[in-house]
């Protein structure tokens, strides 16, 4: 059996391809990172977003806790931000990485470390209260308006 293809044809194929194809490869590495919105997050919505060279996937993890080294995969695809809400007080760390073409994966980034610590409930309360006292002045003065108005209508 002949495969058509000597081995030293093989080689330079192989070689031609690493000269050429790999430098892609690890220049789209070397550039790839995630960036936040923010680094403190005070309302629990957070924006990542990354640049990937097209034909590229990105996986997304997420640590899945404070104390563990284990990370979960929340997100596998060719879009280049997400946003994540709903967070709960706590110091959350996402990191990613580049898939190309055929399947291999790259190498993962640093850490993004990220901290939700929401507005305190006395800012919130207050800024309620200071709502309702505008609100409640403006309810005032439209009804003592419509009043003096009333009376002024009675006496022509």
Do not use: C
Request: proline share 2%; glycine share 6%; charged share 15%.
């Amino acid at each position: 059996m002949h495969s058509g293809i000597n081995k030293s044809t093989k080689i330079v194929i192989s070689f031609f391809y690493a000269i050429v194809f790999l430098p892609m490869v690890i220049f789209a590495e070397d550039k790839f990172s995630i960036t936040s919105s923010t680094q403190i997050s005070q309302d629990g919505t957070l924006s990542l977003s990354w640049e990937i060279p097209s034909n590229y996937q990105i996986e997304l993890q997420k640590k899945s806790s404070r104390t563990s080294e284990k990370y979960i995969t929340i997100y596998r695809g060719h879009d280049t931000s997400t946003v994540l809400t709903g967070l709960s007080n706590g110091q959350y760390s996402y990191r990613a990485r580049l898939i190309n073409s055929n399947g291999s994966f790259g190498q993962w980034t640093e850490n993004l470390n990220i901290q939700v610590q929401h507005h305190p409930l006395t800012r919130a309360f207050s800024f309620f209260f200071i709502g309702l006292i505008v609100f409640l002045g403006i309810i005032s003065v439209i009804y003592l308006g419509n009043k003096a108005h009333d009376k002024e209508a009675d006496f022509e």
